[in-house]
Structure formats: structure tokens, C-alpha cells
């Protein structure tokens, strides 16, 4: 897998460059955009050597169909900011075309055709065998981007000797998605803690390291105040932790308890000498509604992607970058 800053940019190039666009925007302003910030570095970059990125991502989930309130457009002010105006051309979301999360042949050449190199700068999404990810790498010299590398090496860290004990934190709403890695990670990990939803629809024999919640807050929500407390007392203990998955409903302030407290413990970790790792969408977004984003040893912009990689050590989308190499 080649770094961006092995590429031969030229003057007035254009260079393709997947990023990660998914991000909450209200009233022309972003509301969370850590995802953005870790991308003008690369674009940054590619216009420092003379090129001319090319920007193309997604944003929700428009099932292949144009949505005006899921247009890319609204990120122009940002890059306007952070690159200049004029320095950069930004493409419409990917997944307005059906082609992209098919990963159709024909739509991955129609958007290799704006660029002369391709680079992959969105880990968040390289866990997807989308056009963007995987296709357009067909027809393109493929270069990872610089955050994508970060995420890289950081994440290797906790797949060598890691100092103990080694606590996972896993939330959010899909079992079914995360059910997999669980299991891949009980071999590793000292306790896995598993939030709210994932702990109701557990099914299975528990080993003697996966922790499910013993209470919930009204409505099953939230974890509840036991489980908070069981929780952060393992967490205090911990030299290694990981973290992927709000605890619960916490973009309702009456459920965002339990996401709160574990945050609060995990940053108070860090400041004792704690290796942390959070990440995800929705991880970053509730960190940084509380204030704590920079409390932590790494923050990685993908959630699935970073369970995904630490869990099978490859992704579709460096696996794509390898076969280009």
C-alpha cells in the first residue's frame, strides 16, 4: 500500500480523492467535522505539489436517489475554508447513483474518469466494497492518504503486545454487524462491555469476559446506573482501552448518561498513562457534545471500518490499494 507522498503529483493534476463526507449539517454549518478536518491534510497536500484534488464521498443513505438535503453542496463553505476557493473541485454524493454501493464496473470507470490518480482517504468506509472503495482502483494508480495511514499504524499498536488489562467497549444498535468481531475479540481482550441493545439481543452462553449491562434506564435507552458503575470500575483498571458505540440514546439528553460517564472514565484513563482508542460516527459526535475529543490517545474516524480491521487485520479498501501497489 503506497502513501500519497509517494506520488508523482504534477502540476494542474487532477487527483480523485475519496473522503469521508458523512457528516450532520444544519443551517449551512457543520455539526461535527472531525471526519472533514482529517481529510484537508492530504488535500492540503496534493495542492501543495501543484495538483487539483478531486473530492467525492457520501452522505447518508439516499438509496440511489438525487435528496437535496443529502447533497454534497453543502460542504462547499468548509472546503472553501479549509482549502481556498477555487483550489479544489467537489463532486455530488456518490450514493445518489445506485452504481456506488453496487460497486458497478461501468460507474466505477465513469468516476475514475475525472481524475489521473486515485486516492483513498476515507478509512471510515473502507470496510464497503463500494465503486469509490474498491472500483475506481481498477483504473487508477491507488495511493493511501495520509489520516488513512494514521489509522493504520495507530490501530497496529493494539494488535501487538498491548498493556493490560485490555478493556473493549462496543455500543450501538447492530448485533448482527458487530456479532463477529465480538467473538474474534473475546480471544484477545481481558472484558468486552457491551452497551445497551447489543446486551438485550446477546443470546448466547456468556463467556467469562463479556459483560452485559444488569440494569437500563427507562424505556431500555440507556444502561443504567449499576452498569455504569460496574463499567467504569473495570475501565479503571484498564492500561489498554477501546471504544466503538455509544451506550445509548444519547442524542437525547434524559438517555445520554451512560455514553457521558464512560467517556468521562476512558479520558480520565488517558491521563493516567492509558493507551485509548475511540471511534466512530456516532462515538465522536457524543464525545465531542461533551467536551472530551482531544482527552483521548486517538480518535479514528471509522467505527465498523476500525473494528472490522482490527478484528481480519485487512480491509476491502486496502486490500484494493495492495492489488494497485
Not at 456506488?100 to 482517504?121: D, K
Request: glycine residues 10%; hydrophobic residues 40%; charged residues 25%.
Amino acid at each position: 500500500m503506497k502513501s500519497v507522498l509517494e506520488a508523482n503529483i504534477t502540476a494542474g493534476q487532477r487527483v480523485l480523492v475519496r473522503c469521508d463526507l458523512d457528516v450532520p449539517v444544519a443551517r449551512r454549518e457543520v455539526q461535527e467535522k472531525y471526519r472533514l478536518d482529517a481529510s484537508v491534510e492530504t488535500l492540503n497536500y496534493i495542492i501543495s505539489r501543484g495538483g487539483f484534488p478531486i473530492i467525492m464521498g457520501h452522505m447518508g443513505s439516499p438509496g440511489g436517489k438525487a435528496d437535496e438535503q443529502l447533497s454534497t453542496k453543502s460542504l462547499a463553505f468548509f472546503f472553501d475554508n479549509a482549502l481556498g476557493v477555487g483550489k479544489y473541485e467537489l463532486m455530488e454524493n456518490l450514493r445518489f447513483n445506485r452504481g456506488e454501493e453496487e460497486n458497478n464496473p461501468q460507474y466505477a470507470r465513469q468516476l475514475s474518469a475525472n481524475g489521473t490518480i486515485f486516492v483513498n482517504e476515507s478509512f471510515a468506509t473502507s470496510h464497503r466494497k463500494h465503486a469509490s472503495i474498491v472500483g475506481v482502483s481498477e483504473w487508477l494508480p491507488a495511493y493511501a492518504g495520509i489520516r488513512f495511514q494514521k489509522e493504520i499504524e495507530t490501530l497496529n499498536l493494539l494488535l501487538g503486545d498491548v498493556k493490560r488489562l485490555f478493556v473493549i467497549v462496543i455500543g450501538g444498535a447492530k448485533l448482527e454487524s458487530k456479532l463477529p468481531v465480538v467473538k474474534k475479540f473475546l480471544k484477545r481482550a481481558d472484558f468486552i462491555l457491551l452497551g445497551g441493545k447489543l446486551g438485550m439481543e446477546w443470546e448466547e452462553e456468556l463467556p467469562f469476559n463479556l459483560v452485559i449491562p444488569k440494569d437500563y434506564a427507562p424505556e431500555n435507552k440507556d444502561i443504567g446506573k449499576q452498569t455504569i458503575a460496574d463499567y467504569t470500575e473495570i475501565i479503571s483498571r484498564a492500561g489498554t482501552i477501546l471504544w466503538a458505540g455509544p451506550l445509548g440514546a444519547y442524542e437525547q439528553p434524559e438517555y445520554s448518561l451512560g455514553t457521558a460517564e464512560i467517556a468521562s472514565a476512558i479520558a480520565k484513563k488517558t491521563q493516567e498513562g492509558a493507551f485509548t482508542v475511540i471511534g466512530g460516527g456516532d462515538t465522536i459526535t457524543a464525545v465531542n457534545s461533551y467536551s472530551l475529543l482531544d482527552k483521548f490517545s486517538f480518535v479514528s474516524t471509522g467505527g465498523g471500518a476500525m473494528l472490522q480491521y482490527l478484528a481480519e487485520k485487512t480491509l476491502p479498501g486496502i486490500e484494493a490499494l495492495n492489488k494497485r501497489r
